[in-house]
């Protein structure tokens, strides 16, 4: 019985720890950004974008990649 008490107050000081290392790493500080980040739209025309080359695309140079004609 003692043991399962040694346990969990092992696991209550590594939950105490763990939240006061994610308060001073910077965890809290954006809570809105990375929600409200998703709902942006990337299809701005302004960004620069890569145009895949024809040989990015079929990278061996075949005619029929997959081997079907």
Known sequence: MGFLFL????FVLLIV???FWSIKSGQFDDLEGPAERILMDDDD????TRRPSRQDENPAGNKYPNGHK
């Open 7 to 10: 346990l969990s107050g092992i």
């Open 17 to 19: 720890v763990g939240v």
């Open 45 to 48: 025309p302004l960004l620069p």
